[in-house]
């Protein structure tokens, strides 16, 4: 039997450790220069973001802010910040320590610049204060002012979709005043042959922030972040003492880790995994989808596939059905656009395309491509929340498509970077891949693919790009998700790829532990986590 | 006379047994102690099968590797159909035939071992033999070449192999023949280090000598002499490398980089994908992992039974 | 010379040996041979490569591996049959009572071990001396065979000596607790004739002060008439003439022995005469079941050298034993030479 | 003897420079670019020039070799790409988990290898020497991730009796002296430390132990067998020496002249064992990192690393060479 | 007519040993200034201990090992500065004999193919079946049956596989055949098989021999000449009855006095010479005349320092003695070191010297 047989030993009370098993190490402990899952799973848990999510949910709510608004173009940002909210280091929360962190980010210089170090700043907030490359996009930030010590003003140049979703994103978590200071004395470096993340960022103990939990210890020889209760934090204290992080980068090893007790909860379990694991008492809760996984057609690659006949085709030669069924975890749907219905400019009118192989062979023999050969990508060693064994569903579709008189030349490729790169350089005909989102706007989703010429899907559509150029632009919610909805049945009617599925990333925790409510943004907060 | 005669005759027919092995070449010697061997009867065995089921198995399997039996196969709830009449050995995670899967996987398996071994065999031996060929005759110069190449083999030898193949998988990309070429490649320092040790000995022995005081060309030594006699061991190593080279086309499938193509299933990709599933279908994962041991044991147990009977000091 | 009055030493009886390999055919590389050793005397056993001597000593050494060998006869010493002797028995035996020195001094020395070491572990078994007691009872003994500079010695290892040395060092171990009985496996084929005459000479001083009993196993007919007292000629692992030294290189009686030393050629004989070789070589045999096993190569066979194994009968003198049916008349020592 | 190590320190150099010239060209094959790993899933072009030339890999190949090779002789490695920390660090935080896991196979392989070798040859042809060297023929044959997988299974996840993942359990508090766990618990008295790190370390240990345990096995068989044939190991026992002393005096000690020279051959072994092992427990050591380097063309980290396992595969060897030379007086120098 | 002629050949083999490249560190003086002339039809016989360099120097005349210097005068060429495709060429003329009747055959090669490899070398024969002819004609001269054509090497016995060896020398018609041991690894009766099978041809086909061989009484018996060496040098040379007759230098007494006899009367009546000690390492061979270290006629200073020539004493009889003479006319007697119990003083070595002499030739570190 797989059940723990010890354990009681540390995990009774409030007094024990936690031990989740983390897909890889993070890349640093500073969140603003994160841009990885596995980076931000613990930042989250030490720094707070101005506005949070309602736990459980993608709903927005108040982080350290406790209300925001901003004015009707869009353009101004106000945060009434949370009154108590000390840091780990004893200092207080005030705008001017949000201001100053602004501030920091905005006048980041040098190797900061790089996008390895500022992704999220430059995505949402463009450039900085001096762009040292001339590559590096215009900067969209203005300001920061502090009226008063529990408010804060964030004056941007443009209204943008991004806003006010971007201030949720954990590389936005806010540091406490001394401790900015501290980091000014430890630069990142950028020459040579790497870029080297400032030291402070590499060792517990320069960071702080006013989450439930401080980060105390990161030892690399183990692979382990130890982060500890925050006795003083403003909310609902953390239910364990000690939580660590662990990385175990093999699928399998982290299953094994649990059921013999080392961990008590990991990431991303196999959808295969999830039955097995509750049958055996282990809690396997369900995220709800925020993602999508599709089929994407490069279409300046080939020429049939600028033939929307030839797309259509393929769309309803997938049987979309049996591969959530067979490969999918329970929860997991089919997916009839770019977005999963929890997103807000999810259309209930746009066009499908059913499991039809009579149908999809009578269209391919219409549109007069016969014979059709398709370089078919897929990534291997890999798991990603919506596709959680791609050489698997690749099979499947294979299968599908050559039921159809396709033939598809394989092509497997290491995720990072081969494939990455060589899906984002247009060179497969047809690949798979998709997107969780991080945060609840359509543009976070349609944005990210539809808003201009991309090599990677290869084709030009002035007007769907206007359409989401408008969207993007549009300060009036309603007004947006309305543009969105008319984008996501222009986007189906078109046809760039075929969305198959959105699916539930499962998490799995030992049975003598009470699990954090999961969260479809894949941020749970660990300090509701306690042990039985 | 004529008794005397009969004498003759008689003590002939006395001493006739001795004469009875006229003709044996050291090899036909060598495979007599070897048909005495168990061990090489049971490696024999079994890969005398291997290698039938490889070639006949596509033939002879029941179904295609890839097609898939839909609505059989649901993960989310570990089912697994089991033994159906149609599929003796159950399905796969894909709804795919395990048996047909196996048989023609038995050729792919073989495949790998034959190309890659053969690839470091010819290589290495190809380089070994110039480098001991050049040592044994070529004067200074040939020494000095000697010494370059074996410095360059050395500093492979200093990589472990795993990782070689590993680099050359990850610089070819993923497919059948890359993972033939890392793990032949990575035999090759082996092959070559061999040979030319083994020619080095050859070269300083008695019968190689009398070829030089009679005029014989130096290049002639090398092809007809020196080469001929050192291949023994080369060979023994080879058919050892066809297990190692099984074993290792494996774990390169374990890490990422074996061939992904599902049509040309191998044993070795097989048992990776199998592995996540072990908890509920253990056989999934038994099935290629028992093909891929009992086939190294074949080559295992044959390899070190050549070993002993081509070995000069166990010779009877 | 006639028979040694007290009983021999060492008297082997209808001793054979069988290899019986797996899957092989057996190999019966001694076939019932019988000779004895007197006290204090030197006695040969000479015979060309492969005839059975080494396995002879072996044999009565039990040194032979346990598995694939049966042997069969009796080895009386003193009383005690050693072919009967439990291991544990025979253990004891050997190093005191028995020694034994091998033909390749070199690989029969340990190479990884220093000389003194070799020497005083058998002082340590078979005398009980240890520490610096044996440390200096093995340099008196180097020094006895003839090693200048003995406690220095101790410290090497085998590849620091020259050959001679290392076949002293193996003498001076096999001497160590004065045996009765000393077998010599061609202790000087692997030497030079100048170093070789020196370990005879070494070997004769043993003989002659210690009253050890040397048997001298050789296929130099040379080596044994210089110093064995008796000697047997063995021919295909049995026994084919036996005799005191001077009677059998005076008269030849065997076939075989007569070819043998007709075949030799020797430093003091005229030039320019052809030898006389034996024809065929040592594997030209026949199984002495069915007959003569040198009829194949013998001049003198009729029909009846198949009828069975020869017996042992002593023609010309009494205590000169021939296995023949057509012995070599005596013909003195210009008929040997024909 | 010093003539010898100094020799044989110096002929590394050419060896390291060729390696070094190999690497370089060797990984300039790879495709992609370490730029690729360093941007994310939708970096543009632009990125990408800009890392290539922040990185210097816009320049000419021989410039990239000359600085590679300034840095390599002043001992600066660089800074992985993957990571951003510096080479050096990383290879230090990661060798002693490899060496230990390493020498604890070896430990396993030696003390279980040869004590079965010897008795397989003693008894030649008993079931104990059939068993034993079928076994060791199968230890070769089993995958070893597969091997690793089902001794957790079976270990850690059915019987519980020892941890699956990782070098120490996370409740340890231990201080960390030297790096090498199971020494550090030592050194500081914090002795539950040291046996958390050991049960850590068994069954990695084992599934990394069960190729060079097997080669061990047979090589230790194989050369008692031939030992026992040799001349004076007939010697000895004319000498009427007790069988323990004729065991462990003259047949064990050169027996494992070959068995020594084997052991150092066997680091190649460990290490490419260890790619696959320590990724499967999780195991923080230089063969898991390397791999994922790899994968992510992290060439700082693959030239700092490769340079440092063929520097430590060459000093191994000559230390195995050098012990070699004091066991046996033949190849001593005088 | 002398038809081969070494004049002060000398082989040194380098011994190297370096930190990163190899350097010289040292000589083993293996073969240290020979001279000598091999008549025509005659039989020439080189013998001494183990190690002196016989091997090296019958190897040397067919420049299987570099000449360091000197000359080897083959029928008016000289070997030692032919290119290396003439001398390969010139091998025909001159063939050899080797001491390991199975390690001189390719154990893979069937005898009709080992004897036919010179003939192609050499481009005898023009086709198969007149090679066949000839090698047929050839192993019936041995004694060997046409059956062996097609078996190979180890299913012959040791006397078989050393008339092999013959055979292949002889179908190239050589003019001098260099023996070395050829019989030192056969048991004596099928020693003298080969030794009469060397003597017949030698009548019928008129070769020359130079026989390498450490049994003085098989070098005799063949030989019309013997050249005595010692420690990569010759001491005396002699007709082979002279030299029996009147051995002059007094390690060739030694020598002589240590050869067993198979003749007890002869043995007992025998006196001894014992040499001290073993040969002195070539490598470092000692100064003066090198066998000074053990030769019990000894004679201080002049026998340290000074190196004997090879002086002629009359009927060809060469002797590198400085006392040859008076050891002859025994004016000069064996020193007392010499003093027949042997046991005490076999270390060689005069008092003044390190006494390195037994050193065997160490393991030179690769
Ligand atoms: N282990 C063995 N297995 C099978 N046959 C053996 C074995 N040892 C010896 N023989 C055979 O026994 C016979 C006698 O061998 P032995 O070694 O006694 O000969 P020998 O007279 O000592 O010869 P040599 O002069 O060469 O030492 C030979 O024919 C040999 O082939
Ligand atoms: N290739 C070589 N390199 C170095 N030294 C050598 C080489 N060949 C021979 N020698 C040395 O030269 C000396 C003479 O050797 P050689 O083989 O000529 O002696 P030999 O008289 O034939 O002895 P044996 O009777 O043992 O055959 C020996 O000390 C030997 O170690
Ligand atoms: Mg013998
Ligand atoms: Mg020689």
């Known amino acids: 039997s797989s059940d723990r047989d010890n354990g009681d030993s540390k995990g009774s009370g409030s007094t024990g450790t936690f031990v989740f098993g983390a897909a890889g190490d993070p890349a640093s402990l500073d969140p603003s220069l994160a841009s990885d899952g596995e980076s931000f799973r613990i930042t989250r848990q030490v720094f707070e973001t101005l506005i949070d999510h309602k736990s459980g949910t993608s709903e927005m709510e108040g982080g350290l802010a406790d209300t925001w608004e901003s004015n009707d173009a869009g353009t101004e940002w106000t945060f009434n910040l949370r009154d108590g909210v000390t840091f780990h280091d004893g200092s207080d929360l005030t705008g001017e320590v949000v201001c100053a962190n602004f501030d920091r980010w905005y006048n980041w210089t040098g190797t900061y610049q790089n996008t390895t170090l500022s992704y999220y700043w430059q995505t949402i907030f463009g450039g900085f204060a001096n762009n040292e490359n001339e590559e590096t996009p215009d900067p969209n930030y203005v300001g920061c002012t502090a009226p008063d010590d529990l408010t804060a003003v964030i004056e941007v140049a443009e209204p943008s979709a991004n806003y006010p979703g971007g201030f949720s994103l954990a590389a936005f978590g806010i540091h406490s005043g001394p401790a900015l200071e501290a980091y000014a004395a430890d630069e990142a470096s950028g020459e040579g042959d790497a870029i080297t993340f400032p030291g402070y960022s590499q060792e517990a103990g320069t960071v702080v922030g006013s989450g439930p939990f401080r980060a105390t210890g990161w030892n690399k020889g183990n692979g382990e972040v130890t982060l500890e209760r925050f006795d003083d934090y403003w909310g609902d204290k953390a239910g364990v003492e000690k939580l660590v992080f662990q990385t175990i980068p093999e699928e399998s090893a982290r299953r094994q880790a649990l059921q013999s007790g080392d961990i008590h909860g990991y990431d991303l379990v196999a959808p295969a995994d999830v039955k097995t694991l509750s049958d055996a008492g282990f809690q396997v809760p369900t995220r709800d989808v925020f993602n999508i996984f599709y089929l994407a057609f490069t279409q300046d690659s080939h020429p049939a596939l600028e033939n929307p006949e030839v797309r259509t085709a393929v769309a309803h030669a997938l049987d979309r059905q049996n591969l959530v069924d067979s490969q999918l975890p329970e929860g997991g749907v089919v997916a009839t656009q770019f977005m999963p219905d929890t997103v807000e400019g999810y259309s209930q009118n746009v066009t499908t395309y059913d499991y039809d192989p009579e149908l999809a062979q009578q269209l391919l023999a219409d549109s007069g491509e016969e014979d059709l050969t398709f370089t078919f990508c897929y990534p291997t060693e890999v798991t990603r929340p919506y596709m959680p064994s791609p050489a698997d569903l690749y099979e499947l579709l294979r299968a599908d498509l050559e039921a159809v008189g396709i033939t598809v030349q394989p092509k497997a490729l290491k995720w990072n970077p081969d494939y990455t790169e060589v899906t984002r350089d247009g060179g497969c005909n047809l690949y798979l891949l998709g997107w969780t989102g991080d945060f609840n706007d359509g543009y976070n989703f349609l944005g990210t693919w539809f808003a201009g010429y991309q090599k990677e899907w290869g084709f030009e559509n002035q007007d769907l790009f206007d359409l989401l150029e408008r969207a993007s632009t549009e300060p009036d919610v309603d007004a947006r998700t309305a543009l969105y909805e008319e984008a996501n049945e222009f986007v189906m009617d078109f046809l760039p790829g075929v969305p198959i599925s959105s699916s539930p990333p499962s998490i799995a925790f030992s049975a003598d532990v009470n699990p954090p409510t999961v969260s479809p943004l894949t941020q749970e907060k660990f300090s509701e986590a306690s042990f039985k | 006379m004529s008794t005397k005669t009969t004498k003759i005759d008689r003590l002939a027919e006395l001493t006739a047994q001795r004469e009875s092995t006229a003709g044996a070449s050291l090899w036909t010697e060598a495979l007599r102690r070897l048909r005495s061997s168990k061990m090489a009867l049971i490696g024999g065995v079994i890969i005398a099968v291997f290698i039938v089921l490889a070639i006949i198995g596509p033939w002879i399997a029941p179904h295609n590797p890839i097609l898939q039996w839909r609505g059989e196969v649901f993960l989310n709830q570990n089912i697994f159909v089991g033994s159906r009449s149609e599929n003796w050995l159950g399905l796969d995670h894909l709804g795919r035939d395990q048996f047909s899967r196996m048989l023609v996987g038995a050729r792919q398996t073989l495949l790998v071992g034959i190309v890659a071994t053969l690839l470091g065999f010819t290589a290495g031996a190809l380089i070994g033999g110039l480098s001991g060929a050049a040592l044994a005759f070529g004067g200074k110069i040939g020494r000095r070449i000697d010494t370059v190449v074996m410095r360059f083999i050395d500093m492979v030898l200093a990589l472990p192999s795993l990782l070689l193949a590993v680099s050359i998988a990850a610089i070819l990309g993923q497919s059948l023949t890359t993972v033939m070429i890392a793990v032949g490649v990575a035999q090759i320092p082996i092959f070559a280090r061999l040979l030319r040790g083994s020619m080095l000995a050859q070269s300083n022995s008695d019968y190689v000598l009398a070829a030089r005081s009679l005029g014989v060309r130096r290049r002639r030594i090398v092809t007809a002499h020196v080469l001929p006699n050192s291949l023994g061991p080369v060979i023994v190593q080879s058919t050892l490398a066809l297990a190692t080279a099984i074993i290792e086309a494996a774990a390169l499938s374990y890490l990422g980089l074996g061939n992904p193509d599902a049509a040309q299933p191998e044993w070795g990709v097989m048992l990776v994908q199998a592995q996540p599933y072990f908890d509920h279908a253990p056989m999934m994962a038994l099935y290629p992992a028992l093909g891929i041991i009992i086939t190294a044991l074949g080559f295992t147990l044959l390899g070190e039974a050549m070993r002993e009977a081509l070995d000069p000091k166990l010779r009877s | ?338 | 003897m010093l003539r010898l190590i100094v020799r044989r320190l110096l002929q590394l150099i050419p060896t390291l420079a060729g390696l070094s010239v190999l690497l370089f060209l060797w990984l300039n094959r790879l495709p992609g670019g370490p730029t690729a790993a360093l941007l994310g899933e939708r970096a543009t072009e632009a990125d990408r020039r800009q890392i290539e030339a922040a990185l210097g890999l816009d320049q000419p190949v021989l410039v990239q070799y000359g600085r590679f090779l300034r840095r390599l002789v002043s001992l600066d490695l660089g800074t992985s790409v993957q990571t951003g920390r510096p080479v050096w660090e990383e290879f230090t935080t990661r060798f002693p988990a490899t060496v230990e896991l390493g020498l604890t196979a070896l430990l396993i392989a030696v003390v279980v290898g040869i004590p079965l070798g010897y008795l397989a040859a003693a008894r030649r042809g008993t079931w104990l020497d059939v068993g034993a060297v079928s076994g060791s023929l199968l230890g070769i044959c089993i995958p070893v991730f597969f091997l690793a997988f089902l001794l957790k299974a079976v270990f850690a996840v059915n019987l519980g009796w020892l941890p699956s993942v990782g070098r120490q359990s996370n409740d340890i508090n231990a201080t960390e002296v030297t790096g090498f766990r199971v020494l550090d618990g030592i050194l500081t008295g914090e002795f539950d430390a040291s046996w958390d790190a050991i049960t850590h370390l068994i069954l990695p240990s084992l599934a990394l132990a069960s190729i060079p345990l097997a080669i061990i096995v047979r090589m230790t068989r194989a050369s008692v067998l031939e030992v026992l044939s040799e001349d004076y190991v007939r010697t000895a026992e004319s000498k009427g020496l007790k069988r323990q002393v004729v065991r462990a005096r003259h047949v064990l000690r050169n027996a494992l002249l070959p068995v020594v020279t084997t052991i150092g051959l066997l680091t190649g072994q460990l290490l490419s064992g260890a790619v696959l092992t320590e990724s499967v427990f999780a195991f923080n050591g230089i063969g898991n990192f390397l791999r994922t380097a790899i994968d992510g063309r992290d060439y700082p980290v693959l030239m700092g690393f490769i340079m440092f396992i063929a520097l430590l595969y060459v000093v191994i060897n000559l230390l195995v060479d050098l012990a070699y030379s004091l066991i046996d007086p033949r190849v001593r120098v005088h | ?366």
């Open chain 3, 1 to 338: 010379m006639s028979m040694p009055p007290e009983p021999p030493l060492l008297s082997v009886e209808d001793l054979t040996v069988t290899f019986t390999g797996r899957g092989r055919t057996d190999v019966r590389a001694v076939s019932g041979v019988s000779f004895d050793v007197a006290r204090g005397q030197v006695t040969g056993l000479v015979g060309e490569s492969g005839c059975g001597k080494s396995v002879t000593s072996l044999a009565l050494m039990g040194l032979l591996p346990k598995k694939g060998v049966t042997v069969g006869g009796r080895a009386a010493f003193e009383g005690t049959d050693l072919l009967g002797l439990r291991r544990e028995q025979l253990r004891d035996l050997r190093g005191s009572k028995l020694a034994m020195i091998f033909q390749d001094p070199l690989s029969s020395l340990n190479p990884v071990i220093p000389i003194g070491l070799q020497v005083t572990e058998i002082l340590t078994r078979h005398r009980g001396l240890r520490g610096e007691a044996a440390r200096k009872e093995a340099a008196a003994l180097l020094e006895r065979v003839g090693i200048p500079d003995p406690t220095r010695r101790l410290k090497e290892y085998p590849h620091q000596l020259s050959g001679g040395m290392r076949q002293r060092a193996l003498i001076a171990m096999a001497v160590a607790c004065a045996p009765q009985l000393l077998i010599a496996d061609e202790p000087t084929t692997a030497l030079d004739v100048t170093i070789q005459a020196q370990i005879l000479e070494l070997l004769k001083e043993l003989v002659d002060q210690q009253g050890t009993a040397l048997l001298m196993i050789t296929h130099d007919m040379g080596v044994v008439a210089g110093l064995c007292d008796r000697v047997n000629v063995l021919y295909a692992g049995k026994v084919v003439e036996a005799a005191e030294r001077r009677p059998l290189f005076a008269a030849p009686t065997h076939p075989y022995a007569h070819g043998l030393l007709g075949s030799i050629p020797r430093l003091d004989a005229p030039r320019g005469e052809p030898l006389n070789p034996i024809r065929g070589s040592i594997s030209d045999t026949i199984a002495w079941s069915d007959g003569c096993a040198f009829a194949p190569r013998c001049d003198f066979y009729s029909e009846q050298c198949l009828n069975g194994t020869p017996q042992l009968t002593e023609p010309h003198s009494a205590g000169h034993q021939v296995r023949c049916v057509h012995p070599v008349a005596a013909t003195g020592k210009e008929g040997a030479d024909r």
């Open chain 5, 1 to 366: 007519m002398s038809l081969l002629e070494l004049d002060d050949v000398k082989v040194h083999f380098p011994v190297k040993r370096g930190i990163l490249f190899d350097r010289t560190v040292g000589h083993v003086y293996a073969v240290d200034g020979v001279s000598l002339s091999v008549t025509a039809g005659q039989t020439y016989g080189l013998v001494g201990e183990s190690g002196c360099g016989k091997t090296t120097l019958g190897r040397a005349v067919l420049r299987l090992n570099d000449i360091t210097s000197g000359s080897v005068v083959f029928d008016g060429t000289d070997l030692a500065q032919l290119p290396e495709e003439e001398m390969r060429r010139a091998r025909r003329r001159l063939q050899m004999v080797f001491q390991d009747p199975l390690g001189s055959l390719n154990p893979r090669q069937n005898i009709e193919s080992i004897l036919a490899e010179g003939m192609a070398a050499h481009g005898i024969g023009a086709d198969r079946n007149e090679r066949r002819e000839r090698i047929k004609e050839i192993l019936t001269r041995v004694g060997l049956p046409h059956s062996a054509l097609s078996r190979y090497p180890h299913e012959f016995s040791g006397g078989q596989r050393q008339r092999i060896g013959i055979a292949r020398a002889l179908v190239l018609e050589p003019d001098v055949i260099i023996c070395d041991e050829p019989v030192s690894a056969l048991d004596v009766s099928i020693q003298a098989q080969v030794i009469n099978l060397l003597e017949e041809l030698q009548e019928s086909l008129g070769l020359t021999y130079l026989v390498i061989a450490h049994d003085l009484a098989v070098v005799r018996h063949i030989s019309d000449v013997i050249g005595v060496m010692y420690l990569g040098a010759l001491v005396e040379e002699a007709p082979s009855d002279a030299l029996y007759a009147e051995p002059r230098h007094p390690y060739t007494r030694a020598l002589m006095s240590a050869v067993p006899v198979p003749d007890p009367e002869v043995e007992d009546r025998r006196e001894r010479i014992l040499l001290r000690g073993d040969l002195p390492s070539p490598a470092n061979p000692p100064a003066g005349c090198r066998f000074h270290t053990r030769c019990p006629w000894r004679q201080p200073t002049r026998c340290d320092t000074e190196r004997p020539e090879l002086t002629d004493t009359g009927d060809g009889h060469r002797v590198a003695c400085h006392y040859a003479a008076q050891i002859a006319d025994g004016s000069l007697r064996p020193t007392s070191e010499l003093a027949p119990p042997v046991l005490v003083d076999v270390e060689a070595g005069p008092p003044a010297g390190d006494g390195e002499e037994d050193e065997p030739a160490a393991t030179v570190p690769s």
